[in-house]
């Protein structure tokens, strides 16, 4: 199996921009896929690829990865992205996934 | 719409079994993959179990693996979970998800509660 790393949590003042970063050797060769949740809800998917956003997601929201380490960014944080960020990808062996331990964001 | 809709769950004593149903709606079915995730009280997300669109493979979390089984059942449009020999560290919310492209669980269940506890 496989892990990865997340910085457990993050602050952000409202309007301003805040990246969350995910580590794993696994993110070298599969996309991080990024998930949302805020408490008492199901995930959502946020980000996806290398910066693919799905219908909804607003722009403010982005993706990058650079070696072992895939990134979501909020540029201009609002209230309402205060929640819980998990990335995912594959574990070693390709047939399973494994997600980070998550990032809880705060925005003040 | 697109949904997923979870049934099943509850208070079980270890060693007992329990069933999870999740039906689909609003997309072909048979055209996607599926998945279990489950998550602890506070705890974060953990895979649980992916079938194929057609149900020809099946992977499991090692944590589950010989004790589980997912399972569908493509004219129902219905994707179970069979839980066999619960252990009070598998109580957790219990969420389907489905298989979107670019291998990303794109549509979520609204989540069941599983408590394995005597």
């Known amino acids: 199996s496989s892990e990865l790393t997340q910085d457990p949590a993050v602050s952000v003042a409202l309007g301003q921009t805040v990246r969350i970063t995910c580590q794993g050797d696994?993110?070298?060769?599969?996309?991080a896929s990024w998930y949302q949740q805020k408490p008492g809800q199901a995930p959502l998917l946020v980000i996806y690829?290398?910066?693919d956003r799905p219908s909804g997601i607003p722009d403010r929201f982005s993706g990058s990865s650079s070696g072992d380490t895939s990134s979501l960014t909020i540029t201009g944080a609002q209230a309402e992205d205060e929640a819980d960020y998990y990335c995912?990808?594959?574990?070693?062996?390709?047939?399973?996934?494994?997600f980070g331990p998550g990032t809880k964001v705060t925005v003040l | 719409q697109v949904q997923l809709v979870q049934s099943g769950g509850g208070v079980v004593q270890p060693g007992r079994s329990l069933r999870l149903s999740c039906a689909a709606s609003?997309?072909?079915?048979?055209?996607?993959?599926m998945h279990w995730v489950r998550q602890a009280p506070g705890k974060g997300l953990e895979w649980v179990a992916t079938?194929?669109?057609?149900?020809?493979?099946?992977f499991y979390a090692d944590s589950v693996e010989g004790r589980f089984t997912i399972s569908r059942d493509n004219f129902r449009k219905t994707l179970y979970l069979q839980m066999n020999s619960l252990r009070p560290d598998d109580t957790a919310v219990y969420y389907c998800?489905?298989?979107?492209?670019?291998?990303?669980?794109?549509?979520w269940g609204q989540g069941t509660m599983v408590t394995v506890s005597s």
């Open positions: 998800a489905r298989r979107g492209g670019a291998d990303v669980f794109d549509i």
């Open positions: 609003g997309f072909v079915f048979n055209d996607y993959g």
């Open positions: 079938v194929w669109f057609d149900g020809g493979k099946k």
């Open positions: 696994t993110l070298r060769s599969y996309y």
């Open positions: 690829g290398k910066n």
């Open positions: 995912k990808t594959r574990d070693s062996s390709g047939n399973h996934y494994v």
